[in-house]
C-alpha cells in the first residue's frame, strides 16, 4: 500500500503499478524483518531462518516462492468458494527475470494482524 501511486483510486482494479519485482523485495528486507519480528519475535527459529535466508545476493528470488505458495493455500483454506478470495491472490505480471508480484485488493481493506 506505501508503494501505491495512484491514492485516488480505492480500489486496485487491474492496476499494477505498486507490484515489487525482486530487485525491489530485497530493499525491503529491513521492513520484511520487522514485519516477520511481530510473529514470534527476533529470537524465534522462524525468525532467525527468515533472516538468514536473506544473507545473499537476490535473496528474494531464492526465499519467495515458498510463501507465495503457502499464502495461496492459506487464502484458498480460509475463503474457500468466496469468489472475493481471488484478489487476496498474489499475482505475478511481466516476464520471467522481470516479474512483479502483488495483489488487486481494495486497498482499505488490507492489514496485518497477530493472531
Known amino acids: 500500500m506505501r508503494r501505491c501511486g495512484r491514492t485516488d483510486q480505492p480500489m486496485c482494479g487491474e492496476c499494477t503499478d505498486c ?6 523485495i530485497d ?4 521492513d520484511l524483518l ?10 524465534s527459529g522462524n525468525y532467525v531462518r527468515f533472516e538468514q535466508a ?6 528474494a528470488s531464492a526465499n519467495l516462492h515458498e510463501p507465495l ?30 516479474a512483479r508480484y502483488g495483489i488487486l485488493a481494495d486497498k482499505s481493506q488490507i492489514r496485518i494482524e497477530r493472531e
Request: zero cysteines.
Open 54 to 59: 536473506w544473507d545473499t545476493p537476490r535473496a
Open 19 to 24: 507490484f515489487l519485482s525482486y530487485d525491489d
Open 34 to 43: 520487522r514485519i516477520r519480528s511481530q510473529f514470534g519475535g527476533v529470537d
Open 69 to 98: 505458495r503457502r499464502i495461496g493455500e492459506a487464502v484458498e483454506k480460509i475463503f474457500s468458494s468466496d469468489p472475493r478470495a481471488e484478489a487476496l491472490m498474489v499475482r505475478k505480471t511481466g516476464k520471467q527475470g522481470h
Open 27 to 30: 530493499a525491503l528486507k529491513n
